[in-house]
């Protein structure tokens, strides 16, 4: 199979939806429409859009990441019971701090997660 058509699959899964997914749900998807991909192939193809920046990887834990196509800079909120991640809305003032942060010590970008049980979860606990 193609490399870049796999990728480009790939690509076209994470743009398709706004909610941070896992590589594994990426593979589930990949797997509809082609049968032969491999879980290993997703996560290189990931790992490849992140290093061309054209995709965010966002940490929600021990060893556990999220994948973004939105490439702008901005926080995310994870719910630590159900692992869903959303796009966070911060104030002004923390925008602005993050933002020269960045430009003082020259970052390329910074990925801040808040973590808190999401209304879904509160109202069933
Ligand atoms: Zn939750
Ligand atoms: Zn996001």
Redesign the pocket.
Known sequence: MNYSRQREAVYGILRSTKEHPSADWIYGECKKIMPGIGLATVYRNLEQLVSQGKAIKVPVGQDRYRYDADTSPHCHGA??????VWDETVSDSLNEALANECEENSSDGYSLTFFR??????AKQ
């Not at 719910?79 to 869903?84: A, H, I, L, S």
Request: net charge positive; glycine share 16%; with cysteine.
């Open positions: 719910c630590p019971v159900c692992g869903k049980v999401c209304g879904e979860c509160k």
